[in-house]
């Protein structure tokens, strides 16, 4: 053997060498012909190639290494870069690395392009003028469907040339593959019978080894098309998403005037957002294959049946077919409707949980779990049976189904596969073989088992087809049903965003979102209010409710302002206002147009801390990039927080980069100081504070007022706390008059003001002088309360537990 494999060895060495040395003398006899100078520049092409080559590859590496490093640092800095196209790049961690992505923003022409869709469709549709709030027709299979439905499409397929449509076609490609592959199993299945009936050894294991490679094939063909669906419902999810997204969150403020003001959608834009969109998506990625899929296989199949059973088999096949799909469809419920209903419960019920983790603390301090648990139960069992009478509807409907779809038609199936052993004239191809062998007469029943197995698999194979056809009635209803939620929702978001609350030739409400005549300019050095109604907006398409009837004022730089007066006044109306949160329906509201540095800044009544780092809370709504681009450190940071009296947070809480739930971790005035080191970090020239310190020391609530003051930030202060006065110029009282929609703007430490104060302190020692008097008409009361009255009109002692007071000198007088 050793000697054998030696021999081998050296048989195949030689072979190799011979076949080097072929190519070394061909590259030798080659390169001696070539000229001189063609060699130089050959010799210095390839050392170039090389070096630009080694150069490349290093360059690559170096930059692969580089962005593995800024991936991990933006990951755990919470952070993301700015593109100069206006995309973004972010990293999100993906495994043990990170994974590079960039978001490009939805161009603003889009959803000029899109609006027409979703706020004017065609009036065929059904759907309304898109004037009507939640402009939504009955879910069901019907052509307003086909518009909501072809409208998300144009998102989820932009181009043509867009990756879903590549995902598409290949998704497509490998369903006609699998069709294929059905019919050459139908064939060889038929084979099979055949070669066994016979006792063909030989070819039924060849068959057999057919059959297995065949069936290796298929499989990865399955596999590869759950696998394409899956890919497509993810991909039209991302596109759904960020369109939606881009739409909810901009300057123009939707999140925030999507549940405040419309209220298309109610309160539960998360749920739309993220559970039906994703049903929405599945459904749409499965309906192209459960439709698609069936009706390539219904071509085939049929085609193929009609060459080997004729036409007569055929038309009755169809007929059948169409014939239970109408019963079908006239008898199902109306699965669209449904699911939008059910949709809408599971919403409600999900924000009924939201709300109790976020206001988990206060129902603690109330004991009030009692009265949630029954909300949460009550919103449950809504949708509890509202579910069982969906299910009680599907009982009916798939006994129906089933009976028609599996049993019925494989009663046809077997009728119509034996028309050419019974009707050869009408039986196809099958009844022309059928009338041949019936001459010959030899081996007619193998040839009829053969053509029997074919057709009763080709005819399995389209019943399976149309009943998956007529199962996805059933699919495309529900499609339905979350077609429109998704449709609405955006509709609802296009209206909200381009503020079409227009009324054709309709009358509309005092200060409905239709009526809104009032200005908002933005750029000014100042905070100006021209005549302007403070009025608490009513959700579209009610009128809104005027606080104040008329407001006129103007704050320069470095003119404080305390806005103070009565609770549910509309101080924070104001304020609402100036930001652009509410509408501004009469007069002139002018502002600074940025926000932050150089701008203008809001501090809210309820403190908000951000998802993130130590780093974040201070610097919100900066990022940690944006920090550095502003030439900030950690060291401004820490100056900031020292000012605020919050410098010993880094070291408790373990570093700028500790991610904690900040909202539980921080105290109610430690959450108000860091609203003030956010203003002492971006340095506005205006800053709006609402109730920034009510749970502040009074000698920290001053050092705070003078740090802003000294950094140059004009303060507009709201509150109740008339010892704020000190720090600011002005005084808006609002809450005058009997009516209390009176207001007055005055100088602090004028000698109107002090008058106003010393009538105020008249008032008071006025009353203060009637206390003896209130305070004995007191005594008489509870005396004449601790009596005990009899029957027959006499009065009994007080038992002795109870302390009657000794009636002083004064009230027996
Ligand atoms: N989103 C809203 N939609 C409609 N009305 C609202 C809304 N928010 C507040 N209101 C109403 O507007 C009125 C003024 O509210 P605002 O918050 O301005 O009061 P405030 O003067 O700041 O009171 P407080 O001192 O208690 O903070 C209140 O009657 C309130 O019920």
């Given at each position: 053997m050793a000697v054998q494999s030696t021999l081998r060895h050296t048989a195949a060495e030689d072979a190799l060498a011979a076949f080097v040395d072929k190519w070394t003398d061909l590259f030798k006899t080659r390169l001696r012909k070539t000229s001189r100078t063609t060699r130089i520049v050959a010799t210095i092409a390839l050392i170039t190639s090389i070096v630009l080559g080694g150069e490349g590859a290093r360059r690559w590496w170096k930059r692969k290494r580089h962005e593995r490093e800024q991936g991990h640092k933006l990951v755990r800095t919470n952070s993301w870069l700015h593109n100069k196209d206006g995309s973004r790049t972010i990293y999100v961690p993906y495994k043990d690395r990170t994974s590079?992505?960039?978001?490009?923003?939805?161009?603003?022409?889009?959803?000029?392009?899109?609006?027409?869709?979703?706020?004017?469709?065609?009036?065929?549709?059904?759907?309304?003028?898109?004037?009507?709030?939640?402009?939504?027709?009955?879910?069901g299979l019907n052509l307003a469907f086909l518009h909501q439905f072809l409208s998300l499409m144009s998102i989820m397929i932009p181009r043509w040339s867009s990756k879903e449509a590549g995902l598409l076609l290949s998704h497509a490609m490998f369903l006609m593959l699998r069709t294929y592959l059905s019919l050459v199993v139908a064939r060889l299945?038929?084979?099979?019978?055949?070669?066994?009936?016979?006792?063909?050894?030989?070819?039924?294991?060849?068959?057999?080894?057919?059959?297995?490679?065949?069936?290796?094939?298929?499989?990865?063909?399955?596999?590869?098309?759950?696998?394409?669906?899956?890919?497509?419902?993810?991909?039209?999810?991302?596109?759904?998403?960020?369109?939606?997204?881009?739409?909810?969150?901009?300057?123009?403020?939707?999140?925030?005037?999507?549940?405040?003001l419309d209220g298309g959608i109610g309160h539960s834009a998360d749920q739309f957002v993220t559970q039906d969109l994703t049903l929405f998506c599945a459904a749409a990625a499965s309906i192209y294959s459960s439709l698609g899929k069936p009706a390539v296989d219904i071509?085939?199949?049929?085609?193929?049946?009609?060459?080997?059973?004729?036409?007569?088999?055929?038309?009755?096949?169809?007929?059948?077919?169409?014939?239970t799909a109408s019963i079908l469809r006239r008898l199902s419920p109306p699965?669209?409707?449904?699911?939008?209903?059910?949709?809408?419960?599971?919403?409600?019920?999900?924000?009924?949980?939201?709300?109790?983790?976020?206001?988990?603390?206060?129902?603690?301090?109330?004991?009030?779990?009692?009265?949630?648990?029954?909300?949460?139960?009550?919103?449950?069992?809504?949708?509890?049976?509202?579910?069982?009478?969906?299910?009680?509807?599907?009982?009916?409907?798939?006994?129906?189904?089933?009976?028609?779809?599996?049993?019925?038609?494989?009663?046809?199936?077997?009728?119509?596969?034996?028309?050419?052993?019974?009707?050869?004239?009408?039986?196809?191809?099958?009844?022309?073989?059928?009338?041949?062998?019936?001459?010959?007469?030899?081996?007619?029943?193998?040839?009829?088992?053969?053509?029997?197995?074919?057709?009763?698999?080709?005819?399995?194979?389209?019943?399976?087809?149309?009943?998956?056809?007529?199962?996805?009635?059933?699919?495309?209803?529900?499609?339905?049903?979350?077609?429109?939620?998704?449709?609405?929702?955006?509709?609802?978001?296009?209206?909200?965003?381009?503020?079409?609350?227009?009324?054709?030739?309709?009358?509309?409400?005092?200060?409905?979102?239709?009526?809104?005549?009032?200005?908002?300019?933005?750029?000014?050095?100042g905070v100006r209010l021209e005549h302007v109604p403070v009025v608490a907006p009513g959700l579209w398409p009610q009128g809104g409710e005027e606080l104040l009837d008329s407001l006129s004022l103007i704050v320069r730089s470095g003119e404080h302002v305390l806005i103070s007066g009565p609770n549910g006044v509309g101080k924070s109306a104001i304020a609402r206002i100036l930001a652009g949160m509410w509408p501004v329906y009469r007069g002139l509201v002018s502002r600074p147009k940025d926000i932050g540095q150089d701008g203008i800044m809001f501090l809210p009544q309820r403190p908000y801390l951000s998802p993130g780092t130590l780093r974040d809370q201070v610097i919100y709504p900066d990022g940690h990039n944006d920090m550095i681009e502003k030439?900030?450190?950690?060291?401004?940071?820490?100056?900031?927080?020292?000012?605020?009296?919050?410098?010993?947070?880094?070291?408790?809480?373990?570093?700028?980069?500790?991610?904690?739930?900040?909202?539980?971790?921080?105290?109610?005035?430690?959450?108000?100081?860091?609203?003030?080191?956010?203003?002492?970090?971006?340095?506005?020239?205006?800053?709006?504070?609402?109730?920034?310190?009510?749970?502040?020391?009074?000698?920290?609530e001053g050092l705070l007022y003078e740090t802003c003051k000294e950094k140059g930030i004009t303060l507009i202060t709201i509150s109740t706390r008339a010892s704020l006065k000190k720090y600011h110029t002005y005084n808006l009282i609002l809450g005058e008059g009997e009516r209390g929609d009176e207001w007055e703007f005055e100088r602090i430490g004028t000698e109107k003001e002090k008058m106003h104060v010393e009538k105020e302190l008249q008032d008071l020692r006025e009353r203060l002088s009637r206390v003896d008097e209130w305070r004995e008409r007191r005594e008489e009361i509870e005396k004449e309360l601790a009596a005990v009255w009899t029957e027959d009109g006499g009065s009994l002692n007080a038992p002795s537990y109870i302390e009657v007071d000794q009636p002083t000198p004064s009230s027996e007088s």
């Open positions: 590079k992505v960039v978001i490009n923003n939805t161009d603003p022409l889009t959803f000029e392009a899109h609006r027409r869709l979703f706020l004017n469709p065609p009036r065929v549709s059904g759907l309304g003028n898109g004037t009507v709030p939640s402009a939504q027709a009955k879910p299945d038929g084979e099979l019978v055949r070669d066994l009936v016979a006792g063909n050894g030989k070819a039924l294991a060849l068959g057999l080894l057919k059959w297995c490679g065949l069936g290796g094939f298929a499989s990865y063909t399955n596999a590869m098309i759950k696998f394409l669906e899956s890919k497509v419902s993810i991909a039209f999810r991302t596109r759904l998403t960020r369109y939606i997204h881009d739409l909810y969150l901009n300057d123009n403020l939707n999140y925030y005037k999507l549940v405040n071509g085939v199949f049929s085609f193929q049946l009609y060459r080997s059973l004729g036409p007569l088999a055929v038309t009755g096949l169809f007929s059948t077919y169409f014939l699965f669209g409707k449904l699911k939008a209903v059910e949709g809408r419960k599971e919403g409600d019920f999900r924000s009924l949980h939201a709300r109790l983790i976020a206001n988990a603390e206060e129902v603690a301090f109330y004991g009030g779990a009692d009265m949630e648990k029954t909300f949460l139960n009550k919103e449950f069992k809504s949708l509890k049976s509202w579910m069982e009478s969906i299910y009680m509807l599907k009982i009916r409907y798939n006994i129906l189904e089933d009976f028609i779809l599996k049993y019925s038609w494989s009663a046809y199936g077997y009728l119509f596969a034996s028309l050419p052993v019974f009707l050869p004239a009408w039986g196809g191809f099958g009844g022309v073989a059928e009338m041949a062998e019936l001459a010959e007469s030899s081996g007619r029943e193998r040839n009829r088992m053969k053509e029997f197995i074919t057709n009763k698999r080709l005819m399995l194979s389209c019943a399976d087809a149309g009943g998956r056809m007529m199962y996805s009635i059933k699919d495309l209803s529900e499609l339905a049903g979350h077609t429109s939620r998704v449709y609405t929702l955006i509709s609802t978001l296009h209206r909200v965003h381009a503020d079409a609350y227009k009324i054709r030739g309709g009358n509309y409400e005092l200060y409905s979102l239709s009526d809104v005549q009032g200005t908002i300019q933005k750029g000014f050095d030439r900030k450190s950690e060291i401004d940071l820490r100056r900031v927080l020292d000012e605020s009296r919050l410098g010993y947070l880094p070291e408790r809480e373990g570093g700028w980069d500790t991610r904690k739930e900040w909202k539980d971790v921080l105290s109610g005035g430690e959450k108000q100081r860091m609203g003030f080191a956010r203003l002492l970090y971006h340095e506005p020239r205006y800053a709006i504070i609402d109730e920034g310190t009510s749970a502040v020391s009074s000698d920290v």
